[in-house]
């Protein structure tokens, strides 16, 4: 079973950067995909990015192309988000998520966290 914990969610104003960190245990790191996925308040959850198991390709919304960035670092369990240029629009709980390598694009993530608060304000 593999258990997923984030951080760096906060309050920043628009503009501002915000980097978020999962961390993994319980399972073979590198063999999972991992994602970012966002819900705003009365909207459906919307996945952000998504990086393979050794890093490339990487996949990203097309709402946050060009200002949020993933990596990962295997040897660490370790997934970030970097969030730049943030917008109101971007204001969510971000969750963490895992799947094994072999699922397709269009499978469900079986592995979540319980998601950390991100408020862009105004």
């Known amino acids: 079973q593999v258990q997923l914990v984030e951080s760096g969610g906060g309050l920043v104003q628009v503009g501002a950067s915000l980097r978020l960190s999962c961390r993994a245990s319980g399972g073979t790191f590198s063999s999972l995909v991992m994602g970012w996925f966002r819900q705003a308040p009365g909207k459906e959850r919307e996945i952000v990015a998504a990086v393979s198991r050794n890093g490339s390709p990487t996949y990203f919304a097309e709402s946050v192309k060009g200002r949020f960035t993933i990596s990962r670092d295997n040897a660490k369990n370790a997934v970030d988000l970097q969030m730049n240029s943030l917008k109101p629009e971007d204001t969510a709980v971000y969750s963490c998520?895992?799947?094994?390598?072999?699922?397709?694009?269009?499978?469900?993530?079986?592995?979540w966290g319980q998601g950390t608060t991100v408020t862009v304000s105004s």
């Open positions: 998520a895992a799947k094994p390598f072999y699922r397709s694009s269009s499978e469900p993530y079986d592995y």
